[in-house]
């Protein structure tokens, strides 16, 4: 996995539907480059409504990375 030590190049992974379009959005907009994975699983197991083009919620795009759960304690090694 070279490219994420990469310096200039962005690696992102949405854990969610609705994450997954706001970080496609995030990506087609940035002028660095952005490789974007996503799981299969986020395809067929995960359901929950996207907002569509007349929701106020539409233009959703994600500018940092949220926690999924708070952390006690950082571990660098």
């Known amino acids: 996995m070279w ?5 200039g190049l962005k690696v992102v992974c949405p854990a969610t539907a609705y994450d997954a379009k706001g970080l496609i ?3 087609i907009r940035d ?7 996503e799981h299969k699983y986020l395809y067929r197991r ?3 409504e996207i ?3 007349d929701s106020p919620d539409a233009d ?3 500018q940092s990375a949220k926690p999924a ?9």
């Open 69 to 77: 759960s708070p952390a006690k304690a950082v571990i660098l090694a």
């Open 25 to 27: 959005k995030s990506a």
């Open 46 to 48: 995960i359901k929950e």
């Open 3 to 7: 490219f994420v030590h990469a310096p």
């Open 51 to 53: 907002p569509g083009p």
């Open 60 to 62: 959703y795009t994600v």
């Open 31 to 37: 002028h660095n480059p952005v490789i974007f994975f």
